[in-house]
């Protein structure tokens, strides 16, 4: 889908949208909880809708929203392939105000989950669209189990690194395998101890706290080295102890896991997600007059620096890290861009996204007139005179990318090329943006 922007400036109060990554969170502790739990607030993102499916194909009985929003709840391998064509029609439509995903999202917010047993389970297809976060968090799942679980996803998603687990099956006597059809795990996981280097994704971390309390024995995570983006492991703590599962960290980097735990089913409400709200902040840098509501001031979210980080923006060419806010980086870039420019530290993490993001923005950005420089872990921006592209921009199939880019258009119009990427995380985001005043057309790519 190509969009076409033509100058405008936003203006309005808008609700932040439902944190993705809490949602992640308290749907696999409930889906894990003996018992019903409701949990509301619920966007229904690809990612979202990938761990559902994944929980479903656990064994979990999840009720969301319409039926069409509801994907099928026996996903076999016959269906794999229905999956993606459906997925593929979704994101052709003229009009985005028009589509299912939209409706959808007003329809669906609420879901009522019955949790599995994961020993009772026999050979699953674990269907993870694009998705990082449901792919690493359901891992530590699958193998509580004889059977064959076989973790399925977009090319991309196949191609990230797996190397933390694939180590622990190799020391505990798992099967891993990497296939042609996907990733496939075999057998029950163990407690012990868990050496986990601190400078790769947080995720690896979060699916073993998820796993490891149900194990017989206690269990220790130690972090090595330097611990980035611990705000993530701190939210999926959070939701640990909201199922009444309890993790104990002793310093920054050992937490000590009791085994033989349940989790507690639920009722209870996704918080607003601060990541998803600085695209629609960033508005105010380059002429709007945009108020974000719903954000909890208490929240443990690392992109909750995004407020900091815009005033830094602001006033100057500040240094930022963005080791616990890697999420942040496309729009910290055009934001740079649109003012002073910035130099993003701890940036080696971008390469691994839904794209390598440093790499997709300087190619962007410097059809805007931006020039970023790129080097193994920071990114120089510059401020620059931004005008309109003469040629069509390129999400490289990332949300991020689509969604940075799309504030810049705002001001100086433009086409962008892959647009329907913002399925992964906001499927409604351009209606929103039409809302508050952006001037938007559609076309079939």
């Known amino acids: 889908m190509i969009v076409e922007f033509f100058p405008s400036e936003l203006r309005g109060s808008i609700k932040a949208p439902p944190s993705k990554s809490m949602a992640h969170r308290l749907l696999i502790c409930s889906g894990l909880a003996v018992g019903e739990s409701v949990i509301s607030g619920i966007s229904p993102s690809e990612d979202v809708l990938a761990t559902i499916d994944c929980l479903r194909a656990l064994g979990a009985e999840v009720e969301y929203g319409s039926k069409n929003t509801c994907v099928s709840e026996n996903f076999s391998s016959e269906s794999r392939n229905d999956t993606e064509r459906g997925k593929k029609e979704s994101t052709g439509l003229e009009r985005v105000g028009e589509s299912e995903n939209e409706k959808n999202t007003k329809a669906a917010e609420t879901a009522r989950i019955i949790g599995t047993d994961l020993l009772n389970r026999g050979k699953v297809l674990m269907p993870c669209r694009e998705c990082g976060s449901t792919l690493r968090f359901l891992v530590p799942l699958a193998l509580f189990s004889d059977c064959e679980a076989v973790f399925t996803g977009s090319e991309r998603l196949m191609q990230r690194p797996m190397s933390v687990y694939e180590d622990i099956c190799a020391q505990y006597g798992l099967n891993f395998e990497r296939k042609t059809d996907g990733i496939h795990v075999c057998g029950r996981l163990k407690s012990g101890e868990y050496n986990i280097p601190g400078d790769i994704s947080s995720q690896f971390i979060s699916g073993l706290l998820f796993a490891l309390p149900l ?231």
């Open 215 to 445: 194990v017989q024995g206690e269990s220790i995570i130690k972090i090595i080295g330097r611990t980035e983006s611990r705000a993530y492991i701190d939210l999926t703590v959070s939701a640990l102890r909201r199922f009444g599962v309890t993790v104990d960290f002793i310093g920054d980097n050992e937490i000590v896991i009791p085994g033989g735990q349940s989790y507690k089913p639920q009722m209870t409400e996704v918080e607003g997600d601060y990541s998803n709200a600085a695209f629609f902040e960033a508005f105010n840098l380059i002429g709007g007059d945009v108020t974000v509501t719903g954000l909890s001031p208490d929240s443990l979210q690392g992109d909750r620096v995004y407020k900091e980080y815009f005033s830094a923006i602001k006033e100057g060419n500040p240094i930022l890290s963005i080791a616990s806010c890697p999420d942040l980086g496309p729009i910290l870039l055009s934001a740079a861009a649109a003012k002073h420019g910035a130099v993003l530290t701890d940036t080696r993490r971008l390469k691994i996204k839904e794209s390598d993001r440093g790499t997709a923005m300087a190619e962007e950005l410097s059809k805007l007139g931006a020039e970023l420089r790129l080097f193994e872990n920071r990114i120089e921006a510059d401020g620059a005179e931004l005008h309109r592209p003469e040629t069509e921009l390129f999400g490289h199939g990332d949300h991020r990318i689509v969604m940075a880019l799309s504030v810049l258009l705002t001001r100086t119009g433009g086409r962008i090329r892959g647009a329907e990427a913002v399925a992964k995380s906001m499927p409604d985001f351009f209606e929103k943006i039409e809302k508050l005043g952006a001037r938007i057309r559609y076309y079939e790519a």
